[in-house]
């Protein structure tokens, strides 16, 4: 695939327009992530609601695939499970960093703009940066919200 | 030929060193459908067919071990491979071929000396002075030295204009340091320090010297003796020789006063129940079997450049260099930081809205291979107040054509991004 169009409509427009991205207050700060190759960091926030999370708000600073990685994520977190988004977060790092026959189905729709990282490995983590961010974020939450 | 020293009967002029660039396979085979522009030769340099064809016929011919196997094959080897040491030692101006001792490279030819050297004599207290522009294989070893023994660790700081600062270095060099670890051209910024200068001055106050000449060995002369370091580091794949070879350059009497660093076959003289005894040098340093056909096409690679003309590539070096930076100082939104006034083709830079990896990937859409990401150098790139940059580094073969691709595709970048032109 030619790396122009990795760079496709929806993943330019999400890393253009990140939705969800805020500065955040230091005590929101649930997880954080960095990419110590490059210097891509993210720091994550969000609220459950009856086990659902309800809006997922970031900040940091790093690569275009980075901040549209953060920003589809966003938008799928909305409305599901803890559980189903931890599944989700493995299953992005399966895919994308794993081996042809670990990798198993294709990406839900709303995020299979990333599947065209699956053809440039060495982008992996700029990609899953956010969505191993994102499960530390849940435990931490959950934990909070039981506490 | 082997052994002997060489005169060329005619030195390479720009024309031919262009034409050199079919003596490379792997520049013939077009990246991403389009011609291959390599630029980032301070990885590591693409690898002449003189050198692959030395190294097959190792494997075909001979393919024995060296010093050990008495028969023919074995000797033959042998004698290849301890020509590609005297090459080495004439290429680099090494005091003799005992002061040549093959590593896997520069990284390890560094941690040979902070162990077989820095262990045994660095005192606690004592002083040791790296610069901030290190390369993390010239910096971290001399980091847990001086933890480990109780040492002091001074940075020489990196000037606006990727110079070093010299009157911090003068005021480290107050205390008689015991070693200065310094590079000769910075993988990042293509400062070319001056080396001798400051190996001479940090000799005079006691200091012992170590030389990185990794991104200058092959491209420009380099002397072990006229630079006036006690260690000279090398690596053989990022002067046009195999990965896995590289060296330390040292005066044969400072390697006898040293300890071993890996020990095992070839190293040893009498194997005793509870002590041995150790080779001479440079053997005591080259423990197990060597990378024999790899040091064979590491003196291919000394060969081939000795054909072509350190002076000759050093100069077109230059001139490409110099033609680079003209060509992205134009672009609008770009940074190139670093500006010695004696330069290395090798520029980072950055674009404004652009992260290195996004330029990068894009790059190689359009069959441009460039380096991005902090560069070895994290020390460094934290004192410019980045984490990553992108840099272009060139080699002989370049040519001004790929330099405007690199432009093109740097304005490219900035559209697909959304940055206008």
């Known amino acids: 695939m030619d790396p122009e169009a990795l760079y496709q409509e929806v993943l330019l427009d999400h890393a253009k327009r990140p939705r969800n991205r805020e500065p955040l207050r230091g005590e929101e700060v649930l997880a954080e992530g960095k990419n110590p190759l490059c210097g891509d960091s993210i720091r994550l926030a969000l609220s459950l609601d009856g086990g659902r999370v309800g809006r997922v708000r970031y900040d940091g600073k790093g690569c275009a695939l980075s901040i549209a990685s953060a920003s589809l994520m966003s938008e799928a977190a909305r409305g599901r499970t803890a559980e189903e988004l931890r599944a989700l977060a493995a299953r992005v790092a399966r895919r994308l960093h794993g081996d042809a026959d670990a990798a198993g189905e294709d990406l839900p729709e709303e995020i299979r703009a990333l599947e065209g990282v699956r053809q440039f490995p060495m982008r992996a983590h700029c990609v899953t940066m956010c969505w191993r961010a994102l499960s530390r974020a849940l435990s931490r939450a959950g934990g909070a919200s039981r506490g | 030929m082997p052994g002997k020293s060489r005169r060329p009967t005619c030195r390479a002029g720009a024309a031919d060193l262009a034409a050199a660039r079919s003596d490379f396979p792997v520049l013939g085979h077009g990246l991403r459908g389009r011609p291959y522009a390599y630029l980032d030769n301070a990885a590591t340099c693409p690898t002449p067919r003189q050198v692959l064809r030395a190294m097959e016929s190792y494997y075909e011919t001979s393919n024995a071990t060296v010093r050990r196997a008495l028969y023919l094959p074995g000797e033959e080897a042998t004698r290849r491979f301890e020509a590609a040491r005297a090459g080495v030692a004439r290429f680099l101006g090494a005091p003799s071929e005992r002061g040549v001792v093959f590593t896997p490279g520069a990284t390890a030819a560094v941690n040979l000396v902070a162990h077989g050297w820095g262990r045994r004599f660095v ?104 630079l006036g370091a006690d260690f000279l580091v090398f690596s053989g794949h990022k002067m046009y020789g195999p990965m896995g070879t590289g060296g330390l350059v040292a005066d044969p009497g400072q390697l006898e006063r040293m300890d071993p660093f890996l020990l095992g076959g070839e190293m040893v003289e009498q194997v005793g129940r509870r002590r041995s005894t150790w080779a001479g040098v440079p053997a005591k340093f080259e423990a197990g079997t060597p990378p024999v056909a790899a040091v064979i096409g590491l003196g291919a690679a000394v060969e081939y450049l000795l054909e072509r003309g350190l002076e000759a590539i050093a100069e077109r070096e230059e001139a490409l260099g110099a033609a680079l930076v003209r060509r992205l100082e134009r672009l609008p939104g770009v940074r190139i930081y670093g500006a010695a006034p004696e330069r290395a083709p090798i520029v980072s830079f950055s674009v404004r809205g652009l992260h290195p990896h996004d330029l ?62």
Request: glycine share 12%; hydrophobic share 45%.
């Open chain 2, 123 to 226: 005192r606690p207290g004592r002083r040791i002075v790296v610069t901030a522009m290190e390369h993390h294989s010239n910096y971290l070893p001399w980091q847990r030295l001086a933890r480990d023994r109780g040492a002091v660790f001074s940075v020489v700081p990196v000037r606006p204009d990727g110079t070093l600062d010299e009157a911090a270095f003068a005021a480290f060099l107050r205390d008689r340091p015991a070693l200065v670890a310094l590079t000769h051209v910075s993988n990042v910024l293509g400062t070319v320090n001056p080396v001798a200068d400051w190996a001479g001055r940090a000799r005079g106050a006691g200091a012992r010297v170590l030389v990185d000449a990794a991104q200058s060995a092959g491209h420009r002369p380099v002397d072990f003796g006229r």
């Open chain 2, 360 to 421: 990068a990937q894009v790059l190689d859409g359009l069959g441009v291979a460039v380096r991005a990401g902090h560069l070895c150098a994290q020390p460094l790139l934290r004192g410019l107040g980045v984490d990553a940059l992108t840099r272009a580094s060139l080699g002989f073969f370049n040519t001004g054509e790929e330099l405007d691709r690199l432009a093109e595709g740097i304005g490219r970048a900035r559209r697909l991004f959304g940055h206008g032109s």
